[in-house]
T-cell receptor, first 112, second 113 residues
């Protein structure tokens, strides 16, 4: 158990819809990262938050947004969903720059 | 920018045989290196990390890796594999000062009884 909690585990929805994925980091970790794992793109970094502020952005689509709340949990919002958004979305957290990232079990998003 | 190459997409190995999973990286700055394992239908678990110091790094489950700066490699090894090692293994790199992880495409390790 990594200590990172992601909900829900599975999400099935239709094209054009909007969903919210939730992540609770390990106790004490200030940084939260979001990654997307798909068959064609592999594991890709989406975005990072540190103590409520956006710190780094990767290959995140404009239809996607995220935020980190004062209690340090984070949400990834995906809107105007397309079939190609079907993927496993991982959240990770770390204590600091020099510490490794610990991953949750992911949310599997299926777009029908 | 950093990149990671895992040349072997699949590696079949007999049980109790040794294994080496190859990882090469590219970066214009100093990096941290990681190996993660993903068991079927699970998340990523950290196997080991290289941050600094000794180039031979020992991780969990009997795995070790050696950082070779001149060859820009970080190959993962285990002297004797077990059925339970069947999983996908990902090599990852982050530039020092930049926490974003860049992953390789993964190597699927299959253990043959």
């Amino acid at each position: 158990d990594s200590g990172v909690t992601q909900t829900p585990k599975h999400l099935i929805t239709a094209t054009g819809q909007r969903v919210t994925l939730r992540c609770s980091p390990r106790s004490g970790d200030l940084s939260v990262y979001w990654y997307q794992q798909s068959l064609d793109q592999g594991l890709q970094f989406l975005i990072q938050y540190y103590n409520g502020e956006e710190r780094a952005k990767g290959n995140i689509l404009e239809r996607f947004s995220a935020q980190q709340f004062p209690d340090l949990h984070s949400e990834l919002n995906l809107s105007s969903l397309e079939l190609g958004d079907s993927a496993l979305y991982f959240c990770a957290s770390s204590l600091s720059r020099d510490q490794p990232q610990h991953f949750g079990d992911g949310t599997r998003l299926s777009i029908l | 920018a950093q990149s990671v190459t895992q040349l072997d997409s699949q590696v079949p190995v007999f049980e109790e045989a040794p294994v080496e999973l190859r990882c090469n990286y590219s970066s214009s700055v100093s990096v941290y290196l990681f190996w993660y394992v993903q068991y079927p239908n699970q998340g990523l678990q950290l196997l080991l990390k290289y941050l600094s110091g000794s180039t031979l790094v020992k991780g969990i489950n009997g795995f070790e890796a050696e950082f070779n700066k001149s060859q820009t490699s970080f190959h993962l090894r285990k002297p004797s594999v077990h059925i339970s090692d069947t999983a996908e293994y990902f090599c990852a790199v982050s530039a020092i000062g930049n926490e974003k992880l860049t992953f390789g495409t993964g190597t699927r390790l299959t253990i043959i009884p």
